[in-house]
């Protein structure tokens, strides 16, 4: 394996992180949300449903965007949007 091999490996393993840590981040908060949102059962799942859902939004947006105009295109969109949500969420207050 290459210089670019390795770039690509420690790419793609630095966007899984970001993916895992966002599912397990949710999954802990939820918790604490229930009690003090005052939640539902189903509210707090359909909190965690919309988190999956967007993901899957995501997915499916950046594979027809890599589709159109190439791989490199649709993961710099993705890791881009995932920034900018990510800084985003983490600036709301509430």
Do not use: H, K, P
Not at 9 to 20: E, I, K, N, V
Not at 55 to 62: D, K
């Amino acid at each position: 394996y290459g210089r670019y091999q390795m770039y690509l490996l420690c790419f793609a393993g630095a966007t899984q992180l970001a993916d895992a840590t966002e599912l397990i981040t949710i999954s802990f908060l939820t918790r604490e949300l229930r009690g003090d949102w005052n939640l539902s059962q189903t509210e707090a799942a359909l909190l965690q449903l919309s988190v999956l859902f967007g993901m899957g939004v995501g997915a499916v947006s950046c594979g027809i965007l890599s589709d159109r105009f190439g791989r490199r295109m649709g993961s710099a969109f993705a890791v881009m949007f995932t920034a900018l949500f990510g800084v985003a969420s983490s600036m709301a207050v509430g």
